[in-house]
């Protein structure tokens, strides 16, 4: 019953953002754009977890989940407004000219609100859909291999 509530929660959670920016702003000219760059991040902030994990062979778990997401919006903020920033400085001669004046931090506080949806989203999908504790997969490394008793032999 845990699992089946974390995966509504996780798919209303997900489609939060998409809803709300539908509804708030009708006739919002970058809506796909918007939606491209939230979503995006947070993926792209997952996929690099997936993929370290996967390297290491250690399980993932679903605040990890999480926190990759919002690594991931953290990331694309500074690319975009570090990259935006260097733009208007090298067009226009203004840090600020390149966004829309002020407002940056209104854009860095939305991108992060509706980031955290998604990745809280992704996490609880991700709770919900893992298998057993006991099914996770096998460690590898040096200490990863159970301890050998020594062969008694008669």
């Not at 605040?63 to 208007?88: D, N």
């Not at 949806?117 to 859909?129: I, K």
């Not at 200490?143 to 032999?153: C, F, I, K, M, V």
């Amino acid at each position: 019953m845990t699992r089946i509530a974390a995966m509504i929660a996780g798919l209303v959670l997900i489609g939060c953002p998409a809803w709300w920016l539908a509804t708030a702003f009708p006739d919002f000219p970058f809506w796909g754009q918007t939606l491209l760059a939230i979503y995006g991040s947070v993926l792209l902030g997952i996929a690099v977890h997936w993929v370290r994990a996967k390297q290491s062979g250690l399980p993932s778990f679903p605040m990890e989940i999480f926190k990759a997401g919002m690594y991931g919006v953290l990331a694309a903020c500074i690319v975009f407004f570090g990259g935006g920033s260097l733009y208007g400085l090298a067009k226009y001669g203004s840090f600020d000219k390149a966004i829309g004046g002020n407002l940056w931090g209104m854009l860095v506080i939305f991108w992060g609100i509706l980031g955290a949806f998604v990745s809280a989203g992704m996490a609880l999908l991700f709770y919900a859909w893992r298998g057993p504790p006991w099914q996770a997969r096998p460690r590898q490394g040096p200490w990863s291999s159970s301890p050998r008793l020594p062969s008694q032999s008669n």
